[in-house]
């Protein structure tokens, strides 16, 4: 039995698929004569321009002429005489494989383009990376792993997946997920939550150890991986299947509520955090009462291009109807970190999660933003929408995206264009500085929203993703409890909405503290909304404030584990 971090709750079984991105780079010199490099190099290209022939229409089928686009554009590069097929057929006359000639002529492509500061010429660099790497395959027939759509049920075990990547899964075919690497906080992690799949992080060696093809089982809850369970293992492991199918059936009745009351009465909100329109579907099924974090940046990822406003439009506002009146609070771009986003075309930082990130981008970039916020305040007139900024630090970074979010409402009113101009403009609360000025922020703020994931990677200084540190990352510190509290005392002496969003809103056992220092909001992964319901059913406000009281007594994280269990063991007995 291997041992990682369970991260996603349940129990999934099915033959290994490794997922690697092949190092072909190796590959890349064996070269045969001129002559046969370059008919490998006019063949390849026939048959890549042959599959965006097919992969267009498909994509037009989908998802609108628009993308569809994007095919039709690479062929045109695999068609330019001048700027590609001369360059490689040259370096193939000197001696070069085609695929060593191809990849190093896309690389000057996609160089000459990275870097600039604009959005066309970034996605042109993403669409030289993506291409280019199309090509070299297609020379070395070597096929691109795909996990879009699969024919059989698997179980993937890979290093890590990137959350471009992790979004891309194979909802039908995907049972389970084991990573190497990543924490609870990752965003590989928190995604395979959001779309139920039972996931395992932080499992070391479990790459080499794996056999490919081979059934692999794993609990999503322990954090338990088993490459070969003996008979006695399996039955156990049915068996919490079935406990857990048992457990899901029981919370049926808290899924179809629609509000969520404490045992003596009070009502908190339950809502839920979505990568897309398509979780959010979903999430109403889950029975949440809002989304409290859409993060839009989803709409960003695996494509070559960026999304324009039209698109961004139809989005949100399939977002709005699908919540069906509920309110939805939509993040603008929150880049960076460990959220790449190749049609950008950013530079690599040597600590991106302290860079150019989120808002930073946004009001550097104020074409890109002001794009965004044109669709967001558009479809503000099609439900209840709340706009909120990732990433604040500083004041002067919430006044400027405040006006600049204003001034497009107000060139939106002139043309004559519906919108609802009261929309509320609100802060993810995840930067220390901001949390200490929490005063300060809640009298221009229009509500907050905890993000404890950062908020806990940044005052301990952990970075959420590495499990070297992982032990180290918890947001039961004494520091990280203290500003939470202090960011919910500066709301409601203003008397603005404050939400939690960031993982810890759905830990169960931290829940009671959150409710004792007087959250009212929780957003969490929406298959857990029907378990957090129950809980809140079994716990009274007086017993969580006293809870609090101590909790924010507490020096060590010991100290306040100890408190939790006590009032764990008190609420679920
Ligand atoms: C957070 O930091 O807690 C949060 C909700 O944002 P993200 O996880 O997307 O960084
Ligand atoms: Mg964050």
Redesign the pocket.
């Known amino acids: 039995m291997e041992q990682g971090v369970g991260v996603s709750a349940g129990i999934g079984f099915g033959p290994v698929l490794k997922y690697l991105r092949a190092d072909l780079s190796s590959r890349l010199q064996c070269a045969g004569t001129p002559g046969q490099e370059a008919q490998k190099l006019a063949d390849a290209i026939e048959e890549l321009k042959r599959e965006n022939v097919r992969l267009a229409k498909k994509a037009a089928r989908q998802a609108g002429e628009q993308e569809s686009g994007i095919f039709e554009a690479h062929n045109a590069i695999l068609e330019d005489e001048e700027e590609v097929l001369a360059p490689i057929q040259e370096q193939i006359a000197a001696g070069k494989s085609a695929a060593q000639a191809a990849s190093d002529r896309f690389r000057e492509l996609e160089e000459a383009m990275g870097g600039v500061k604009d959005e066309c010429i970034g996605a042109r660099a993403a669409d030289f990376r993506d291409l280019g790497e199309r090509l070299v395959r297609q020379i070395l027939g070597v096929d691109a792993p795909s996990l879009e759509r699969l024919e059989e049920d698997v179980v993937l075990v890979a290093r890590d997946l990137s959350p471009s990547d992790t979004v891309m899964l194979d909802l039908v075919h995907i049972k389970g997920l084991v990573c190497e690497e990543g924490g609870p906080a990752s965003h590989t992690a928190i995604l395979a939550k959001a779309m139920g799949i039972p996931a395992v992080v932080g499992c070391k060696g479990i790459l080499a150890r794996a056999e490919q093809g081979r059934q692999l089982w794993l609990d999503g809850d322990s954090g338990e991986v088993f490459l070969q369970p003996t008979e006695e293992e399996k039955a156990a492991l049915q068996k919490r299947a079935e406990k857990q199918r048992r457990r899901r059936e029981t919370l049926e009745v808290y899924r179809k509520k629609q509000t969520t009351l404490t045992r003596d009465g009070d009502c908190v909100r339950l809502s839920a955090n979505i990568a897309g329109p398509q979780e959010c579907a979903l999430a109403v099924e889950n029975g949440c009462e809002g989304i409290g974090l859409f993060r839009s940046e989803f709409l960003y990822m695996n494509r070559p291009d960026l999304p324009g406003e039209e698109e961004q439009f139809r989005a949100y506002v399939r977002t709005l109807e699908l919540a069906r009146g509920r309110p939805v609070t939509i993040r603008t771009l929150?880049i960076g970190?460990d959220k790449a986003v190749p049609a950008m075309g950013l530079p690599a930082e040597a600590n991106p999660f302290l860079g150019y990130r989120?808002i930073r981008v946004c009001l550097d970039r104020e074409e890109l933003f002001r794009t965004q916020l044109r669709a967001l305040y558009r479809a503000s007139a099609k439900g209840r929408l709340r706009i909120m900024f990732?990433?604040i630090s500083r004041l002067e970074e919430l006044r400027q995206a405040k006006q600049i979010a204003r001034q497009t409402a107000e060139e939106l009113a002139r043309r004559g264009v519906e919108i609802d101009a009261r929309v509320q403009l609100g802060m993810?609360m995840?930067v220390p500085s901001a949390a200490v000025l929490a005063d300060e922020f809640a009298r221009e703020a229009d509500f907050f929203s905890i993000?404890t994931?950062?908020?806990t990677q940044y005052t301990l200084a952990v970075d959420r993703g590495n499990p070297l540190v992982g032990p180290l990352y918890s947001h039961c510190q004494p520091a990280v409890v203290r500003l939470i509290a202090g960011i919910i005392r500066a709301a409601a002496r203003r008397g603005i909405p404050c939400c939690m969003c960031?993982e810890a809103a759905g830990d169960s056992r931290f829940i009671p503290l959150l409710l004792g220092l007087g959250l009212k909001e929780f957003s969490v992964s929406s298959p857990r909304i029907p378990e957090i319901r129950r809980l809140f059913s079994r716990l009274d406000g007086q017993g969580c404030a006293e809870l609090a009281r101590r909790a924010l007594k507490a020096s060590t994280e010991q100290e306040i584990q100890t408190l939790l269990n006590a009032a764990a063991d008190a609420a679920l007995p």
């Open positions: 929150d970190g989120a990732p990433m993810m995840e993000g994931n950062d908020l960031g």
